[in-house]
């Protein structure tokens, strides 16, 4: 990591002798804050949740709804998750627990996910992970950018769906 | 077209080689490819009642990676299905979720009246 990255950077000793201090810059302040070791060979960045949240909201989830012979079934193709139900709420509750199980085990598991097809799937999960359980449902119903509805209006009111703890 | 049941995909998951992997309370089939890729499937369906042609379709694309003819082959063999498997199940026409959810959610149509309606159609 070069000793000239724009961003306040702290040693890690200096860190962890003033880690309160630290947090409240970042919480308080919303600075994110560098903080290095070995010489800057290693590196972690802190960043209050909400403003990582708000950096991710341009990764947004495709969904899709296939409806077949009864059943529907919502696909997020990139992810490999599928949902299914018999009605629209079901589908979305059921791909809604699958995305969920994975985020877990993705970042349960990162270093194994980080070496396979799977790497790019990170900023994504993570959008997931910080969004509140109560908000995950319209995450699937995202609407693309400059879209707001088959005839434009507001944006719809979507049920909620039960949080798998520890999502 | 004959369609599976989870069972089915349960016996070919064992048969083509996938580990059962029992992880943060959630039990699920995990295949690691040559080239890295990574195939995923849960398990926690378990019957013996078959699915639409439609979510069949869509498992044997998504989560198996495996052509209908290799799925059946796996199952009448027992031995895994070579890789790439093709052709692919084509990708379904669905419908973008932020408009069913809209057309449901906003406009009160039921899921008859969404499955009903062409895609492309309740997009535009």
């Excluded at chain 1, 000793?13 to 560098?34: C, E, G, I, N, Y």
């Excluded at chain 1, 590196?43 to 209050?48: D, E, F, G, H, S």
């Excluded at chain 2, 799925?71 to 692919?88: C, M, Q």
């Excluded at chain 2, 973008?96 to 969404?114: C, M, N």
Aim: aromatic content about 8%.
């Amino acid at each position: 990591m070069s000793a000239t990255v724009p961003l306040p950077a702290i040693d890690f000793s200096d860190a962890k002798a003033h880690l309160s201090d630290v947090m409240a810059s970042v919480v308080h302040q919303r600075q994110p804050r560098l903080v290095r070791r070995h010489r800057g060979k290693e590196a972690m960045l802190l960043v209050p949740p909400d403003d990582l949240a708000r950096a991710l909201r341009t990764f947004r989830f495709d969904a899709s709804v296939i409806h077949s012979e009864g059943e529907t079934t919502v696909a997020l193709e990139q992810f490999g998750v599928l949902g299914f139900g018999k009605t629209l709420e079901e589908a979305l509750a059921d791909a809604l627990e699958e995305l969920r199980a994975y985020a877990q085990r993705y970042f349960a598991d990162t270093a194994f996910y980080a070496k396979t097809d799977r790497a790019g799937h990170w900023p994504w999960l993570l959008r997931l992970a910080l969004t509140p359980p109560e908000q995950q449902t319209a995450l699937l119903l995202d609407p693309p950018d400059g879209s707001d509805g088959p005839t434009g209006g507001s944006a719809p009111d979507v049920p909620n769906t039960p949080s798998v703890p520890g999502a | 077209m004959r369609t599976a049941t989870w069972q089915e995909i349960e016996e070919f998951c064992r048969k083509d080689g996938w580990l059962l992997i029992r992880s943060t309370g959630h039990s699920f089939y995990r295949k690691v490819l040559p080239d890295g890729t990574v195939l995923e499937t849960h398990v926690s369906f378990a019957g013996q009642k078959t699915m639409s042609a439609g979510r069949f379709a869509l498992v044997l694309r998504t989560q198996l990676k495996v052509s209908q003819e290799d799925f059946w082959g796996v199952l009448r063999t027992g031995r895994p299905a070579a890789r790439p498997s093709v052709p692919l199940p084509p990708a379904l026409s669905g419908m973008p979720a932020w408009v069913a959810g809209a057309l449901k959610y906003q406009f009160g149509r039921s899921d008859e009246e969404i499955a009903a309606m062409d895609p492309a159609a309740a997009e535009a």
